[in-house]
C-alpha cells in the first residue's frame, strides 16, 4: 500500500513533490501577470509628466516622484464641490448598499433553501433567469421605476437597485442549500427558536463565508460605480465620478488622475486581501452537494 503524504500531521493529495513544485510555479506565474496591471496603474501615478508621455510607454519608472498626489490633494482643496463630499457620497451609497444587500438577499435565500411553500421553484428559476440580462438592459425600465418612486436625482436611485441585486439572492440560496442542514434548523425549532432568530443564530453564522464574499462583491461594484444615469446633482455624485472629471481636465492632471486611480483602487483591494480566503471557500463549497 502506498504511503500518503502528510503535510502538518493532514493528509495532502497523493501527487509528487515535483508536481507540487510545478503547479506552484505556474500559479506563481499566473499569479504575477494577473498582478501586472494593478504594478502598471501605481507605476503611472510615480511617473513625472515627462515620463507619463514617453513613448514608446516605458512599464518601469525611472524618476519616481510624490508630485501627483500632492497635485491631487491640491485639486480636491480647490474643487466647486469639496471631494470630502464626493467621499462621503461614495463611501455612504456603498456601505448602505452592501448591508441592504446582504440583509434582503440573506433572509430571501434562507425563505427559498429551507421554508417550503408554494411558488418557490418557479420563484428561483426567476431569479436564475434574471442573471441573464445585463443591467444595461434593463436600463430604461429601471429609469421609469426610479421615476414613478421620485428616487430620480437621489441615493436610493442607486442604493435600492443594489439591494435587488439577484446574483446575492442566487449565491446565498445555493450556499444555504449545501451547508445549513435540516436538521440542524428542526432542533432549533422544537427548542422554541422563532423562524427569525433561528435565521439570524444558526443559518448566518453556518454560511459566514458566502455572505462575506457577498459583502465583498457588493461593496466592489458600489465603490466603483460612477455618476450614474439617475444623479444630476454635483453633490450627490460619487468619488469614482471625481476622477473622471480630473482625467478630463487635459493631460497636465494625467499625473493627479494616475494617483487617484491608486487611491480607489487601494480600498477594494485591502478588503479582498484581507478577506480571500472566505471567497475561496465560497467558490469551492457553493456548486457541490453532500
Known amino acids: 500500500m502506498a504511503k500518503l503524504r502528510t503535510r502538518k500531521h493532514k493528509v495532502v493529495l497523493s501527487r509528487s513533490a515535483g508536481g507540487d513544485a510545478g503547479i506552484t510555479f505556474l500559479l506563481v506565474i499566473l499569479g504575477a501577470f494577473m498582478f501586472l496591471p494593478m504594478l502598471y496603474v501605481i507605476m503611472q501615478a510615480l511617473k513625472p509628466l515627462d515620463e ?38 461614495t463611501v455612504f451609497i456603498s456601505v448602505a448598499g452592501t448591508f441592504g444587500h446582504l440583509f ?27 442573471l441573464m440580462f445585463h443591467s444595461t438592459i434593463t436600463a430604461v425600465c429601471s429609469f421609469f421605476i426610479m421615476a414613478a418612486f421620485k428616487w430620480i436625482d437621489s441615493y436610493w436611485a442607486i442604493i435600492v437597485p443594489a439591494w435587488c441585486s439577484t446574483l446575492g439572492l442566487y449565491l446565498m440560496k445555493q450556499f444555504m442549500d449545501t451547508n445549513v442542514t435540516d436538521a440542524v434548523l428542526e432542533s432549533a425549532r422544537l427548542d422554541g427558536a422563532s423562524e427569525l432568530r433561528t435565521f439570524w443564530t444558526i443559518a448566518m453564522p453556518m454560511v459566514k463565508p458566502a455572505w462575506l464574499t457577498l459583502i465583498i462583491f457588493s461593496f466592489q461594484g458600489l465603490w466603483n460605480a460612477g455618476g450614474s444615469i439617475y444623479i ?12 473622471g472629471q480630473i482625467l478630463a481636465g487635459g493631460i497636465k492632471r494625467a499625473g493627479a488622475g494616475g494617483a487617484s486611480q491608486v487611491l480607489m483602487m487601494s480600498v477594494p483591494i485591502i478588503v479582498f486581501v484581507i478577506s480571500q480566503s472566505n471567497i475561496i471557500e465560497t467558490m469551492g463549497s457553493s456548486g457541490m452537494k453532500d
Not at 438577499?105 to 411558488?119: D, N, T, V
Not at 444630476?232 to 476622477?243: C, D, G, M, R, T
Request: aromatic letters at 20%.
Open 104 to 130: 434582503l438577499a440573506s433572509i430571501c435565500a434562507y425563505a427559498m433553501a429551507k421554508i417550503k411553500f408554494p411558488g418557490r421553484t418557479v420563484m428561483f428559476k426567476t431569479v436564475e433567469m434574471s
Open 52 to 89: 507619463l508621455w514617453m513613448y514608446p510607454p516605458r512599464f518601469y519608472v525611472m524618476n519616481p516622484t510624490l508630485k501627483n498626489f500632492r497635485d491631487l490633494f491640491v485639486l480636491m482643496n480647490t474643487s466647486w464641490v469639496p471631494f470630502s463630499r464626493y467621499i462621503f457620497n
Open 232 to 243: 444630476y446633482s454635483e453633490q450627490l455624485k460619487s468619488f469614482n465620478y471625481a476622477i
